[in-house]
């Protein structure tokens, strides 16, 4: 059973960095896509990025890009989300998923879920 647990949130400043920790167990991940979602009360949940276990290959959201880096490390099983620059509005639960198909992860439709962390960015 994959089990996938978020670490690293927290409050910061406007222009601040964080960066988000997504421990996956369960199976091997090769040939897996991950990603990062984030969620406000009231509203759906919204891709932000995702990789390629395997190949590294990335995707971002419009609204993260140029400021927002994912990676994964292979050997600790980990995922990460480093965030830079960071707006209020970026102010969300981010959420850690898997899947065994890329295109599940990019229309946020992903099998496997984290429990998620608190992002709040203060202005």
């Known amino acids: 059973q994959v089990q996938l647990v978020e670490s690293g949130g927290g409050l910061v400043q406007a222009g601040g960095s964080l960066r988000l920790s997504c421990a996956a167990s369960?199976?091997?991940?090769?040939?897996?896509?991950m990603g990062w979602f984030r969620q406000t009360p009231g509203k759906e949940r919204d891709f932000v990025a995702a990789?390629?276990?395997?190949?590294?290959?990335?995707n971002y959201a419009d609204s993260v890009k140029g400021r927002f880096t994912i990676s994964r490390d292979i050997v600790k099983n980990t995922v990460y989300l480093q965030m830079n620059s960071l707006k209020p509005e970026d102010t969300a639960v981010y959420y850690c998923?898997?899947?065994?198909?890329?295109?599940?992860?990019?229309?946020?439709?992903?099998?496997?879920w984290g429990q998620g962390t608190q992002v709040t960015v203060s202005s």
């Open positions: 369960g199976r091997t991940f090769s040939g897996y896509a």
């Open positions: 990789i390629g276990w395997s190949a590294g290959t990335t």
């Open positions: 998923a898997s899947d065994r198909y890329w295109n599940n992860i990019l229309e946020a439709r992903p099998n496997n």
